[in-house]
């Protein structure tokens, strides 16, 4: 008995360096930042001046996820964006366009918590948040960001 707690607690300790070790590489290398553990609660709303809708969707499609699997679809015409994997779903969806600017929100729709009340995907959530704050901020540098509290809604399994 005593033998294999010991391998489980070992298993769980080479288990946590792991992912700790892989969650600072992706730090180091620009791929996720460092963020709350709920902060997947919270919608933002970009407002930057305006592009060409067929240019956004290009700048979109190209994102490139080094660390996670993650799949998208999209509506060019309505300029929704859908992105998922395995245990979650986000969305960016146009709010407003006109000539001098435009707003997009990015929030995500539904995920499954750890029993230690983490995402669990919490890095790739990470990586997809990280990679559509670049692309705001890369396509306009005075990209305007506004957190907005989602309603969350839990639901307990017994």
Known sequence: ???????????????AWYYSKKYKQMVADGSVIKRRPNFMENA??????SIEPERMTEEICRLEFKHSSIS?????ERQFFKFSAATWEATLRRLSY???QMTYRFQFEHWKMTGTDMPRD????NELATSIEKLFVAL????????????VKEKNTL
Do not use: H, Q, R
């Open 1 to 15: 008995m005593w033998y294999f707690l010991i391998c489980f607690a070992i298993f769980i300790a080479l288990v």
């Open 44 to 49: 933002e709303e970009f407002t930057l001046c």
């Open 72 to 76: 998208s679809k999209y509506n060019a």
């Open 98 to 100: 006109d000539d001098a």
């Open 122 to 125: 919490f890095m790739g959530m």
């Open 140 to 151: 306009d540098p005075n990209t305007s960001v506004v957190e907005i509290p989602l309603e």
